[in-house]
């Protein structure tokens, strides 16, 4: 019985393959352009219903890559969908 792989020329090829792979991710790392996008931090305040509401949202979204800042924004996308007449039923039903 004898060990598979421990024999200099399979080292080599080992070693070829590895160096391929690693040369290859390099490469693909350099195509990456970095975010052309500016993101400022802002400060609101919320109340804690709202705060757990989006956080319920960010779960049951179900997206990998949800957050906090993407249900916000898909809400405000949202918004701008209605006309001025829905928008301004929409925030007046949260005033009162």
Not at 10 to 27: C, E, L, P, V, Y
Not at 28 to 42: A, C, G
Not at 56 to 77: E, F, G, P, Q
């Amino acid at each position: 019985m004898t060990l598979k792989g421990l024999k200099k020329s399979d080292q080599t090829t080992n070693q070829i393959s590895i160096d391929d792979f690693i040369k290859g991710a390099s490469n693909r790392v350099k195509e990456i352009e970095p975010s052309q996008q500016k993101y400022k931090r802002f400060t609101f305040s919320l109340t804690e219903d709202i705060n757990k509401e989006i956080d319920d949202l960010v779960i049951n979204c179900r997206v990998a890559k949800a957050n906090r800042s993407l249900i916000l924004k898909a809400a405000l996308h949202q918004l701008t969908l209605l006309s001025p007449d829905e928008l301004q039923q929409v925030v007046s039903k949260e005033i009162k």
